[in-house]
């Protein structure tokens, strides 16, 4: 088999592409700067959860019991009170300017409301502007209101809470949405060079007319195609162990499962991408359009494999069309294996999904890629 | 191995009958009969859109002819494509080089392309660059390389497995005629060594230094011949001439 490539040319074929790529500062960049940003960016910003909303008090009551129940609300980390106002108007004010999302207002009838047994009622404002600082906003009063509530009643029953949830976060106990989205980067990573870069290469092949070149020499067709992807499967792997590496050493994301599994079935997610990506370079005639149509390829990709939101709470059309994407089926597999120790018996759906994407794709864009370049 | 047709196959280098390319709905090249000889530089002549490049890139394989046959070097254009691929060099007129490899990265990768290996690449490195004067820019980016250098550049890859048969499109697009000179003196050095070449070009000079032409014009072969013979069938005094009155011809045609 190996003594078959020698034959073909594949050796020499590998050779140039390395140097090739060791020269282009574009794609060198891709390769070694594109994951170290991409996972600051999306590790630093990307913050699915809120906490910490500034937050104004109206505090009408100015009882012991009025400063419990903000005590209780502060304490579920969601807000962050950073002052007092004296009025419903300059209530107003604050959030309209911004300075504040969040306003409670506590009654002056509140604490004479407990005394005498009766419900007293405190009030929260959100700038729901924001959706994502709102729901925080209402599921901390929730919180805030059932825990000071079911105190008050133990309290004046002189017993115990009949009814206590107690939540415990899985595999994520800190909640960090670092967690959720660095390993999804790795994926989002080995798409753009697998599918865009690996285009690119052999797009600019076409322009310069090297790769017509190449045809009318006795390289063998399968030595033009797997020196053409073959590199870019390396750098994937590299991309791959760099954001692994850092992943570690900055964000303290675990590798809790087998890593042989994971690159294993990382092999299949490559190979589906780089079908994409050679069947893009067989539909395009200039590295413009290429690259025009790599990122039409990776929007969904961002958007609806469950990369930055999920999948669940999306649409039921936009989760079909995740259904298509490579990258959904490895999310879970990188987000199985790195997070809950997941093994092959649990993820074999996964696998077998990109498994089978990685043939179709890959066996589709070779036989169209023989015809475009016979 | 001498039978009556290997010995032809040896004084034809090549041989088409009736080749024809269909675009679509465009005949780009129709009925063409040519018969090249072995050590011959043959030059192809026309207009823009003649033919020339359709016709040099269905010998070298990469256009499947519509209808017709042809041997190249003796093997059959249809069924013998590896052998053929083998067997010839060809140089475009893009000249096919990695603008990010350097002059001996570019001649390395197509020698070893073609099955030069160890020892043997190297002395055949060593060979076309003296041969090609290439030395002094052996370290140099091919990209940074002025038209005449590329070209000898391109035609040290295509020559770099001793090719009997050379495909040359348009081989001196854009180079100063002080190279282009001595271009055409490598090109007759290859030829006394044996090698055939097939050369399209649309200077006049360079027509006349070819042994003998074939002149296209919208796809039909008009005229075969020496550059001596071609201005008489059409009654002008020189191949300018003839060229000139195609050109007008076509054009006329085409209004």
């Given at each position: 088999m190996l003594a078959r490539f020698r034959r073909a040319g594949l050796w020499p074929m590998l050779r140039k592409e390395f140097i090739q790529l060791r020269r282009d500062r574009l794609t060198l960049a891709m390769v070694v700067v594109l994951p170290a940003v991409q996972l600051l960016l999306f590790g630093y910003a990307i913050r699915t959860e809120v906490r910490n909303l500034p937050t104004v008090v109206l505090d009408e009551s100015q009882s012991s019991e009025s400063r419990a129940l903000i005590d209780v609300m502060r304490n579920t980390g969601n807000f962050r009170v950073i002052g007092s106002v004296a009025s419903r108007a300059e209530v107003r004010r604050v959030i309209e300017r911004g300075e504040a999302s969040a306003a409670v207002i506590i009654p002056p009838d509140f604490a004479a409301n407990l005394k005498r047994g009766r419900s007293a009622t405190a009030q929260i404002v959100v700038d729901a502007a924001d959706p994502m600082a709102a729901s925080a906003a209402i599921s901390g009063a929730a919180l805030a209101g059932a825990a000071r509530s079911s105190a008050i009643l133990a309290q004046r029953t002189g017993g115990q809470p009949p009814l206590e949830v107690r939540v415990r976060p899985w595999y994520n106990p800190g909640m960090r949405s670092e967690a959720y989205i660095v390993p999804g980067v790795i994926g989002v990573l080995l798409s753009i060079t697998s599918l865009v870069v690996m285009s690119l290469a052999v797009v600019r092949e076409r322009e310069r007319g090297t790769l017509e070149q190449l045809v009318v020499t006795p390289l063998g067709r399968t030595s033009l195609l797997l020196g053409k992807v073959l590199p870019f499967v390396a750098v994937g792997y590299v991309q791959m162990t760099v954001v692994l590496v850092l992943g570690k050493l900055v964000f303290d994301i675990p590798v809790r499962g087998s890593l042989l599994l994971l690159y294993l079935i990382a092999g299949a997610f490559i190979t589906a991408n780089l079908g994409i990506g050679l069947l893009i370079s067989t539909a395009v005639k200039s590295q413009v359009q290429a690259t025009q149509l790599g990122y039409f390829v990776m929007l969904p990709n961002i958007l609806l494999s469950g990369f930055m939101f999920p999948r669940e709470s999306m649409p039921e059309i936009a989760q079909w069309i995740g259904l298509v994407l490579p990258l959904t089926y490895f999310l879970t597999v990188l987000r199985g294996i790195l997070l809950k120790s997941a093994s092959l018996s649990a993820i074999w759906p996964e696998t077998l999904a990109l498994v089978t994407m990685a043939t179709v794709l890959f066996s589709l864009s070779v036989l169209r890629f023989r015809k475009t370049v016979e | 191995m001498s039978t009556a047709l290997d010995t032809v196959a040896t004084e034809v280098a090549v041989q088409t009958r009736g080749l024809r390319k269909t675009f679509g709905p465009v005949v780009a090249v129709e009925g063409l009969d040519l018969e090249i000889r072995r050590g011959e530089v043959f030059g192809v002549l026309g207009p823009n859109g003649s033919g020339k490049t359709t016709t040099i890139r269905m010998l070298c394989g990469l256009l499947t002819p519509s209808a017709g046959d042809a041997t190249v070097v003796g093997y059959?254009?249809?069924?013998?494509q590896s052998e053929i691929r083998r067997s010839i060099g060809y140089m475009s007129q893009r000249f096919g080089l990695y603008d990010d490899l350097t002059v001996r990265e570019n001649v390395r990768f197509y020698a070893a392309v073609y099955g030069l290996r160890g020892a043997a690449l190297d002395a055949r490195i060593v060979e076309l660059f003296e041969q090609l004067e290439l030395t002094p820019r052996a370290e140099q980016l091919a990209g940074k390389l002025s038209g005449g250098w590329k070209q000898k550049l391109g035609l040290a890859c295509a020559t770099a497995h001793h090719p009997k048969m050379l495909f040359l499109d348009e081989?001196?697009?854009?180079?100063?005629p002080a190279a282009r000179r001595r271009f055409w003196e490598i090109i007759y050095d290859l030829a006394r060594d044996g090698t055939t070449v097939l050369v399209t070009t649309h200077y006049m000079d360079e027509a006349a230094r070819c042994q003998r032409l074939a002149f296209l014009s919208r796809g039909h072969l008009i005229a075969q011949g020496t550059a001596a013979e071609i201005p008489a069938q059409f009654g002008e005094r020189t191949i300018e001439d003839v060229f000139i009155e195609l050109q007008r011809r076509d054009e006329g045609e085409a209004a």
């Open positions: - | 059959d254009l249809r069924s013998q081989p001196t697009a854009g180079v100063d």
